[in-house]
């Protein structure tokens, strides 16, 4: 099922052409590095648009053009507690676009999340992309959340229709707005778990999952009680809908637990007689350190981030 664009959406839209048109840019760090900054002296309080758009910072009048008040007001993003008001949601730069997506901290069921994971994903879509010596006509972002990696797949293979889906409403609403921003009219948000909504094989699948082991069992965050599970269940989709000469691009992480990586280990086994090759690279071998620390990661000695890519042989 595709969606249909809200009223709110179109305000969102307009809030982001505004921002566009004056130059806004803001890159999106950790959790903690954001948490940590603005933990700084003086930075209690935003004193221009990145610092509320981005850094999610409180707020109060005359702080931001009153153009942007009003379409923040309209869109219901704009949260009042006498002086000191807050948005509900940021935006974020990356490939020359912008991206709403939820505000920090994103302890929300439906947060939709962007950040570091996201620029390394699309960048690995990209390249993936980039480098194919077959044209991409189908392709399908799992777990769109802003629709990022498909919005950077479509730019790159403009005459493919790309599927962005994912089970949280708030994403799709939010991936319908950063489509139009971008002007990639083949991306098709729609709700759907996993592959269930949508229809066919596709030439690329896409998908940064949620890899962590969170305690409090986020959707966007939680991958299950070892953090690969939803990975898995995306090589498995793989397995059945990829074309001839398809590719899974995926994003993920995992604990290393005495040296060994349990999401290869068990990636290898579910690949294995498949007939598709693959392969497997850690792209940062020490992320979310501060986990660590916590009982979900008592048994790991660190958390990498991972590529995996599988592709069907052509006919």
């Not at 799992?142 to 790159?156: F, L, N, Q, Y």
């Not at 319908?176 to 991306?187: D, S």
Request: contains cysteine; glycine residues 10%.
């Amino acid at each position: 099922m595709t969606l249909e664009q809200t009223t709110t959406e179109a305000v969102l839209i307009e809030l982001g052409r505004e921002l566009k048109a004056g130059g806004y840019r803001f890159t999106t760090v950790t959790p903690a590095t954001h948490e940590r900054v603005n933990r700084r002296p003086g930075n209690a309080r935003a004193r221009d648009l990145r610092d509320v758009l981005g850094w999610s910072r409180p707020f109060g009048p005359g702080v931001l053009p009153d153009r942007v008040v009003t379409l923040m007001d309209e869109a219901g993003v704009l949260i009042r507690s006498g002086d000191e008001w807050r948005s509900r949601v940021r935006f974020s730069t990356y490939d020359g676009e912008l991206f709403v997506h939820s505000a920090f901290p994103t302890d929300a069921e439906d947060s939709v999340f962007f950040g570091p994971d996201t620029y390394r994903m699309a960048d690995a879509a990209a390249a993936h992309v980039e480098a194919r010596d077959r044209p991409v006509r189908r392709a399908v972002d799992i777990g769109c959340g802003t629709g990022a990696g498909a919005i950077t797949v479509a730019k790159r293979a403009p005459d493919a229709d790309v599927f962005a889906v994912d089970i949280n409403p708030e994403a799709l609403r939010f991936a319908q707005v950063n489509t139009v921003l971008a002007g990639v009219p083949g991306v098709r948000p729609c709700h759907s778990d996993l592959l269930s909504g949508v229809d066919g094989s596709f030439d690329l699948i896409i998908s940064n999952p949620p890899f962590m082991i969170d305690p409090a069992g986020r959707a966007y965050r939680h991958g299950g009680s070892h953090g690969y599970e939803l990975s898995l269940a995306i090589i498995g989709e793989a397995v059945d809908r990829l074309a001839p000469g398809g590719s899974l691009v995926l994003f993920s992480g995992t604990g290393i637990v005495e040296g060994r990586d349990p999401l290869r280990e068990a990636a290898a086994e579910r690949l294995a007689g498949t007939g598709l090759t693959w392969s497997y690279r850690e792209v940062d071998p020490d992320v979310y350190d501060e986990e660590l620390d916590g009982p979900a990661y008592a048994h790991a000695e660190r958390i990498a981030v991972v590529v995996l890519t599988a592709t069907r042989p052509a006919r």
